[in-house]
């Protein structure tokens, strides 16, 4: 054979691409064009073992550029976030048990009765290795009961449960969830447990955390007013 072999593995774009990729602060600084492509390359290379400088800055310039090309979808969003309101629980639990079918039959059945009173929280969760169930603290220990003592896998308690609640459109609207779940991030917060259940958004977190938790989310479901700035339309 004549032609040459290529070296296997990924270009220095694709690596330099997948960095950026891996590191939401750095993305998010290039989509605001805060950031210095010089900097950012010699950073790249120094975790990542590139040697071209030149080829890791055209990578990340590039890059930079598509962002450009995909604002739309960030302003999509931006709107179904704004379009959103925020509910704040407190006094929550999380019960985690094997995921039994005869187990998930006692919370059902322990849950038909709350059915009629939609103020009570009890939701599911199940897994491919465990179930879990976030309740109000008034439920839990009616629910460790009917599970039985020895079934839990773990019970966390003194948290809080902040939902955001989108208008239909965030169905058909990809990387809201991974927006919210990344302000939470960068703050910070450890979110114990994620549930999405068609419109609603639920962030379980520690009491402790939940004041700064919900100032994170209302900065972005309500944006301070920019001094100066035209008022929206209504």
Request: hydrophobic share 40%; with cysteine.
């Amino acid at each position: 054979m004549s032609a040459k072999k290529q070296a296997s593995g990924p270009t220095a774009a694709e690596i330099a691409r997948r960095y950026i990729d891996d590191h939401p602060s750095v993305r998010d600084c290039l989509g605001y064009d805060i950031l210095n492509f010089t900097s950012l390359a010699r950073r790249i290379r120094a975790e990542t073992g590139l040697l071209n400088q030149e080829a890791v800055e055209v990578a990340c310039r590039r890059y930079r550029r598509q962002m450009r090309l995909d604002q739309p979808l960030e302003q999509r969003v931006l709107e179904v976030v704004k379009a959103s309101r925020i509910e704040v629980r407190t006094r929550v639990v999380i019960i985690t048990v094997p995921n039994d079918w005869e187990l998930l039959g006692q919370v059902l059945e322990f849950g038909r009765s709350l059915i009629s009173d939609r103020r009570n929280l009890l939701q599911l969760l199940q897994g491919p290795g465990a179930l879990t169930i976030l309740c109000e603290e008034d439920l839990a220990d009616s629910i460790l009961t009917s599970l039985g003592r020895s079934a839990p896998i773990s019970v966390h308690r003194q948290l809080s449960a902040l939902t955001v609640r989108s208008p239909e459109s965030i169905v058909e609207t990809p990387g809201v969830l991974a927006f919210l779940s990344g302000a939470l991030y960068r703050a910070g917060i450890n979110s114990l447990e994620l549930m999405s259940v068609y419109t609603d958004s639920t962030f379980v977190v520690r009491e402790n955390d939940v004041l700064h938790a919900f100032r994170v989310l209302s900065g972005l479901v309500h944006p301070p007013a920019v001094p100066g700035a035209a008022p929206e339309a209504a």
